[in-house]
């Protein structure tokens, strides 16, 4: 079943290809990019299931045998990112399609967003299948080209602004990056992510450790761990919501999956590991206290999407076998969640005419399906029993008492915190936006009325949203569905944490990647 491997990355190109050939074909876009995407979550759901079964699954690229040439991996938590990530990109799609009919542009959209959608997503997958660093570095480079783009179209004058902040700080963190790679080569004479499991323990404690900074200060970047992160929130909100959508699901989480592969693969034994441990607490703490001074929805929610990368770091940092399967669990939910939550915030937005607090309110009663759709994602962010977010922070939890140490219990009691401070959050927006009365200048359902921007200005031509009518069908289906697929989580939550854990040890273990690789044991 190695053939599967590479399909995630192949079929998203070859669709990205397809749909620019079909510019001006607007359905015809639409319906190759699903049925790409389909078959995307498919092949990955495959993927699972065997690398489960057989251990991890290796193709190596145009036939060149390894280390030579590139190999692709799927192990179970490549595989396991693959699921949860095309799943995501499927719904934000159909979104994003029912956005563009809702706005009456459907037969006459940005000719580049399909293609570039597309290119974005196999620049996630080629990230998570990548079995070296550089490899790993162009999948970084492919999803940040298509998210350049993504994130500035309608060419606003905010749009523009933030996305010279999003390069700026992304060409920094790729070229950190790039220059890690260079001293990694000219150190070890390989990027194999197999081979340098040996080499890289031969290598001096002070030069391993040099090399390992480097690496974590540009996944550190990419995933916006404070004080890294301050880039994200100026950044996310001023972009179309199903595009925001995708970044706060999965962009963040491709460089917290770096940090998890090569804290555990390359460079085991938790020297870095009191470090990780302090940043995690800073992540979350910081995170969430921008949260609540927040007085727009989709800023809230960015400073809460930084905020909760901090537990993924505190599962990481803790370097045991319990704290990482909870990390991977919390990885998993907080894809899914958080791409939810700003798709409803999207609704809010049409609905509304504005993300603003002070704008909103009696959303509830105006629009009782908006409100569900709002609040039992925003309970799992929170971590209310017995959502998904409940049980990884237990398990989060679980993990530090075990640890017994003094960061591990500061941790602990920062995570509870942030968990409260994050409801606290959560039930403001409620208050403000869904339960009180409506404020008067929101557009009762009918008016058309041009949405405001978060920032109090109108609508731009080129986006846009009327604000005050129903909801449209397809956008609130979407959203919908993601919610149905968070309480999914729930409920599965036993066969994933088993998954999770089987994936924590072998990523701990590291003999099972690098066997599956080098069958006869790594040059």
């Known amino acids: 079943m190695s053939w599967l491997v590479p399909l995630p990355v192949v079929m998203p190109l070859f669709g990205a290809a397809l749909t620019l050939l079909l510019v001006g074909r607007a359905r015809a876009q639409r319906w190759v990019s699903i049925t790409v995407l389909a078959a995307t979550v498919a092949v990955a759901a495959l993927l699972l299931v065997r690398s489960t079964l057989d251990g991890p699954l290796v193709v190596e690229v145009g036939g060149w045998v390894a280390p030579l040439g590139i190999v692709l991996v799927a192990d179970q938590l490549a595989a396991l990112m ?35 959608y597309l290119v974005l997503t196999a620049g996630v997958c080629n990230a998570f299948l990548s079995g070296d660093l550089f490899n790993l570095y162009v999948g970084f480079e492919i999803l940040l080209v298509a998210s ?8 606003t004058e905010n749009r523009i602004r933030a996305g010279t902040t999003y390069v700026v700080v992304s060409l920094l963190s790729s070229l950190i990056f790039l220059v890690a790679i260079g001293l990694i080569y000219a150190a070890t004479g390989t990027l194999n992510l197999a081979q340098l499991v040996d080499r890289l323990d031969a290598l ?44 706060a699901g999965l962009l963040t989480k491709v460089g917290v999956y770096a940090i998890i592969r090569t804290e555990t693969l390359l460079f085991p034994g938790g020297r870095t590991a009191d470090l990780l441990m302090v940043i995690a607490a800073l992540t979350m703490v910081v995170g969430i206290l921008g949260a609540v001074a927040q007085s727009d929805i989709k800023r809230l929610l960015s400073f809460t999407l930084v905020s909760h990368i901090g537990y993924m770091l505190f599962g990481v940092g803790l370097t045991t076998a319990i704290g990482l399967s909870a990390a991977i669990f919390y990885v998993v939910h907080h894809i899914t969640i958080q791409t939810t939550l700003f798709l409803a915030s999207g609704l809010v937005e049409r609905r509304g005419g504005s993300t603003a607090l002070d704008r909103l309110g009696g959303l509830a009663r105006l629009s009782p399906v908006l409100a569900v759709l709002f609040f039992v994602p925003a309970l799992n962010l929170a971590g209310i029993p017995p959502f998904s977010g409940f049980l990884g922070k237990v398990g989060l939890v679980q993990a530090g008492v075990s640890d017994g140490g003094v960061l591990a219990w500061a941790l602990v ?53 009327p604000a005050g009518a129903a909801l449209p069908r397809l956008m609130t289906a979407s959203t919908a569905a993601l919610v149905v697929l968070g309480l999914g989580l729930t409920v599965v939550a036993g066969p994933l944490f088993d998954i999770s854990t089987d994936a924590a040890d072998d990523l701990l273990r590291r003999a099972p990647y690098v066997e599956a690789v080098f069958p006869g044991g790594a040059p």
């Open 82 to 116: 693959l699921v949860v990530s095309a799943a995501v990109t499927l719904c934000v799609l159909v979104y994003s399609i029912g956005q563009g009919m809702a706005d009456g542009n459907e037969e006459t959209p940005l000719s580049v967003y399909h293609p570039t």
């Open 204 to 247: 001096p404690d002070d030069l391993r450790l040099v090399l390992q900074g480097m690496l974590l200060l540009a996944f550190g970047i990419k995933a916006a761990v404070f004080p890294l992160s301050a880039w994200l929130p100026d950044s996310y909100p001023t972009a179309p919501a199903p595009v925001t959508a995708v970044f």
């Open 148 to 155: 350049y783009v993504l994130l500035t179209l309608g060419s």
């Open 413 to 465: 009691a920062g995570g509870l915190l942030t968990s409260l401070l994050t409801l606290y959050a959560i039930a403001r927006v409620w208050n403000l936006a869904f339960w009180r009365a409506p404020h008067p200048d929101m557009p009762e359902p009918g008016d058309g009325v041009r949405a405001a921007r978060t920032d109090g200005a109108e609508q731009p031509h080129d986006d846009p949203a």
